[in-house]
């Protein structure tokens, strides 16, 4: 993997002979539908970027929501920006052109990032989750329980934790040959498509996968599990119906994120590993659906759900069109 090509790769048969390259298929199955897929992926990504920068603009700039269900929602948009930031450019030039073709390292530098960032999303949905319990079981230590300062080491414990285990993945898969294929029937750098080109013992990879990515999914939705069973039997002690709506209204926003994000990613896992007999481009389509939904519809969701939000949406419209009024005068 160390070799270069001086000339530029067109074709996926070129790419076989130069150790150096990588080339993305797409969707194989529906190469022919590539085109009119773009669409869609635009639309998403657009939402993408628009809905999470006014979560960031909206929050940061409005002193009452200084508070850390924001805080860490504005931890998830800023990495669904990153996330969306490291897959959609070449997705959609795979789409718009067939421009699959990848260098090694850039192949291995995209699959760190795109599973680093799903892993430190799980951590921060895991952290929302664990503010929702602290919020209903236990609200007079809330302010005291998530200070700024725990808020930020939380920040700093989601990005430690997903780039620690998301680490030694590159390592593994360099070690390893690719003397049949280079062409990755995929539409970005996915960690087990890679490694299924490899003509030498890949268990150490397949293990390691296997074990991070229970690490994460397993734990946290565990631990979530566990914080909303706890956060429904607070609930269902209160005495009061209107009280027992409340309580689980401020719930409402974070378990369709929850939904949102962990469902297409145990599609995707469970068909990836143990769903043989299913169409390679649905395994395709899963996991990017996993990819591009959540990011786009999370600000969403807390847009229409978080009355605060909504708003503080529109205060800063209205401020901004007031602004623009006056200096037209």
């Known amino acids: 993997m160390s070799n270069t090509l001086h000339q530029p790769m067109d074709s996926p048969n070129q790419t076989n002979m130069n150790p150096s390259i990588f080339f993305l298929l797409g969707i194989p199955g529906l190469e022919q539908f590539h085109q009119w897929l773009s669409l869609p992926v635009c639309c998403l990504s657009m939402a993408t970027v628009v809905g999470n920068l006014t979560i960031l603009v909206v929050v940061v700039t409005e002193p009452a929501l200084h508070k850390p269900v924001y805080l860490f929602l504005c931890m998830l948009s800023t990495i669904d920006l990153a996330a969306s ?8 030039a795979i789409l718009w052109c067939g421009a699959g073709q990848i260098s090694a390292s850039a192949c291995l530098a995209q699959m760190f990032f795109i599973h680093a960032f799903c892993m430190m999303e799980s951590t921060v949905l895991l952290a929302m989750a664990f503010d929702r319990y602290v919020a209903i079981c236990h609200p007079l230590r809330y302010a005291t329980v998530l200070t700024e300062t725990i808020i930020a080491h939380i920040g700093v414990v989601a990005m430690v934790r997903g780039s620690l285990l998301m680490l030694p993945c590159p390592f593994l898969i360099g070690r390893l040959s690719f003397c049949h294929s ?22 150490p990879n397949r293990v390691y996968g296997l074990t991070a990515a229970l690490l994460v999914i397993g734990v946290d939705l565990f631990c979530i599990g566990l914080s909303y069973a706890l956060i429904a039997q607070a609930v269902l002690r209160l005495s009061s119906h209107e009280a027992r709506s409340k309580a689980l209204g401020t719930c409402g926003s974070h378990v369709c994120v929850i939904l949102i994000s962990y469902t297409p990613a145990l599609f995707s896992f469970f068909t990836h590993r143990f769903g043989h007999h299913v169409p390679l481009h649905i395994h395709i389509l899963l996991a990017n659906v996993y990819l591009l939904f959540p ?30 009024a006056k200096a037209s005068e």
């Open 85 to 92: 930031l490291s897959t959609v450019p070449k997705l959609l």
């Open 182 to 203: 280079h062409v990755i029937p995929h539409t970005y750098c996915e960690h087990m498509a890679v490694v299924k080109l490899a003509c030498g013992d890949t268990r």
């Open 295 to 324: 990011p786009a519809l999370n600000p969403v969701v807390y847009g229409v759900k978080t009355k605060e939000i909504r708003e503080r949406v529109v205060r800063v419209f209205q401020r901004r069109q007031g602004a623009g």
